[in-house]
């Protein structure tokens, strides 16, 4: 029978907290810029003019019909080639993460823009306000609310997709586990100790969006 033996993880703490401490902050990295990349893709989506909303639409649909991990492989390895420029793990992983979680961030965006009633925006425009105006201060503030636990849960998925950029050699929780699981010939102990630690970040988490949602639910 296996004999169980945690104790000899405690020599790789430093490993798995740098480790971490490189999952958060890329988590970070990518939330930030897939909103970015979100917005622009929503208002893309959204706008009158059709080629923008082309290449709008084009984005979303290719990223989001693609699995993340091929983006991963195909950022690192084919778009240096294709663009002649030199593309580290790190810079490869958070780019293709950014775009990935930016096409589905769009569509949140985009739905909650579109779920405010358009009697809003022509009330905006009888006060005198432009569309931009209107979208300003009329739309998005109501449409916030609404993407808020939609966009915290995409947010939180964000989170564990970051643990496939191991794959890169990116030395996040994953790729130091794996070193440390090498090295102590402990997988079962390496990989279980991860999975609780994603778990006691997730779950904390989880249940504030969950919250989030039922106070939004009331004050509606």
């Given at each position: 029978?296996?004999?169980w033996d945690?104790?000899?993880?405690w020599?790789?703490?430093?490993?798995f907290l740098?480790g971490?401490?490189v999952?958060v902050?890329?988590?970070?990295?990518i939330?930030?810029?897939?909103?970015?990349f979100?917005l622009?893709?929503?208002?893309?989506?959204?706008?009158?003019f059709?080629p923008?909303?082309?290449?709008?639409l084009?984005?979303i649909?290719?990223?989001r019909?693609?699995?993340i991990?091929?983006?991963?492989i195909?950022?690192?390895y084919?778009?240096p080639?294709?663009?002649?420029v030199e593309?580290t793990?790190i810079?490869a992983?958070a780019?293709?993460?950014?775009l990935?979680?930016g096409?589905?961030y769009?569509?949140?965006i985009?739905g909650?823009?579109?779920?405010?009633?358009?009697?809003q925006?022509e009330?905006?425009?009888?006060?005198?306000?432009?569309?931009?105006?209107?979208?300003r201060?009329?739309v998005?503030?109501?449409?916030i609310?609404?993407?808020?636990p939609a966009?915290?849960?995409q947010?939180?998925?964000q989170f564990?997709?970051t643990?496939?950029?191991?794959?890169?050699?990116?030395?996040?929780?994953?790729?130091?586990s794996?070193?440390?699981?090498?090295d102590?010939?402990?997988?079962l102990?390496?990989y279980?100790?991860?999975?609780?630690?994603?778990?006691a970040?997730?779950?904390?988490?989880?249940i504030?969006?969950?919250?989030?949602?039922?106070r939004?639910?009331?004050s509606?």
């Amino acid at each position: 029978m296996y004999q169980w033996d945690f104790g000899i993880l405690w020599s790789y703490r430093w490993l798995f907290l740098n480790g971490l401490g490189v999952t958060v902050g890329f988590t970070v990295v990518i939330v930030v810029c897939g909103l970015l990349f979100g917005l622009l893709g929503a208002f893309g989506s959204l706008s009158r003019f059709r080629p923008l909303r082309l290449v709008a639409l084009t984005f979303i649909e290719a990223f989001r019909c693609t699995p993340i991990l091929v983006q991963l492989i195909w950022f690192y390895y084919a778009l240096p080639i294709l663009a002649g420029v030199e593309m580290t793990p790190i810079t490869a992983s958070a780019l293709a993460l950014s775009l990935y979680g930016g096409s589905f961030y769009s569509e949140i965006i985009r739905g909650g823009i579109v779920s405010i009633d358009k009697g809003q925006s022509e009330a905006g425009a009888a006060l005198g306000m432009t569309p931009g105006q209107s979208m300003r201060r009329i739309v998005l503030p109501q449409a916030i609310k609404r993407m808020i636990p939609a966009l915290m849960n995409q947010s939180i998925i964000q989170f564990k997709n970051t643990s496939l950029v191991s794959v890169l050699a990116v030395p996040d929780l994953v790729y130091q586990s794996q070193v440390a699981a090498h090295d102590s010939y402990r997988p079962l102990e390496t990989y279980t100790a991860v999975a609780v630690a994603y778990a006691a970040i997730l779950i904390p988490l989880t249940i504030l969006v969950r919250r989030g949602e039922k106070r939004l639910a009331v004050s509606e």
